[in-house]
């Protein structure tokens, strides 16, 4: 079995990871933030880099250095009723709760919904819906071609499209710096603000 990996896989699964831990949060808080922060941008960073990527990435070398086979097996150190409940919580919370919905809105909000006629929003974004989650069914079907799905085809296209938004909003902003940006630094919404991404819950999911 082949263990150690050449530099081109290591880029395939490193595009892989970030495509799968990217979600609909990482478009809106990030932004938000960076709005909110004015010139204490880089204060907003170091919260962004602790919260929304350094606890996401401790998740998944927890998983790595444990060894476990799964979220379960990892919460099952604990015991196992800690175990039953918080495995079934996190999928609770990363499927119909919060996660599966907002994919789906922030994904019609974002792309389409500027761009359709105006009225039957709902009506749109229920056909949205049903497409968007049938090609998701498409690909959750076939796990053993995620890498090659997610890491070399999906992401690269995304990253082409987030590239172009990151130059247009740069050059062309939609809005002002906001005049509260002190508040937002002095409070703790550096560090939690990034929570609402819910990166920190990803690693659990991805096992």
């Not at 090609?135 to 995304?158: S, T």
């Not at 940006?181 to 609402?196: H, K």
Request: charged share 10%.
């Amino acid at each position: 079995m082949k263990t150690k990996l050449n530099s081109r896989e290591y880029v395939t699964v490193a595009s892989m990871l970030f495509g799968m831990f990217f979600g609909a949060g990482n478009l809106i808080f990030p932004v938000y933030m960076g709005q909110q922060a004015g010139s204490h941008v880089w204060a907003a960073v170091a919260g962004f880099l602790i919260t929304g990527v350094g606890m996401p990435l401790l998740g998944v070398a927890a998983l790595g250095l444990s060894r476990s086979s799964s979220l379960f097996d990892l919460s099952q150190k604990v015991n196992r009723p800690y175990a039953m409940f918080f495995t079934c919580l996190l999928y609770l919370t990363i499927g119909p709760f919060f996660a599966i919905p907002r994919c789906a809105t922030t994904s019609f909000t974002v792309g389409l919904e500027q761009v359709l006629p105006a009225g039957h929003a709902r009506l749109y974004l229920l056909l949205f819906s049903l497409i968007f989650f049938a090609a998701v069914l498409f690909f959750a079907l076939r796990p053993g071609k995620i890498l090659i799905w997610i890491g070399k085809v999906l992401n690269p296209i995304f990253l082409l499209f987030l590239g172009i938004l990151v130059v247009v909003a740069l050059l062309s902003p939609s809005a002002s710096i906001s005049a509260r940006a002190s508040l937002m630094v002095e409070s703790s919404d550096a560090l939690s603000s990034p929570l609402r991404t819910g990166m920190a819950i990803c690693p659990g999911s991805s096992e």
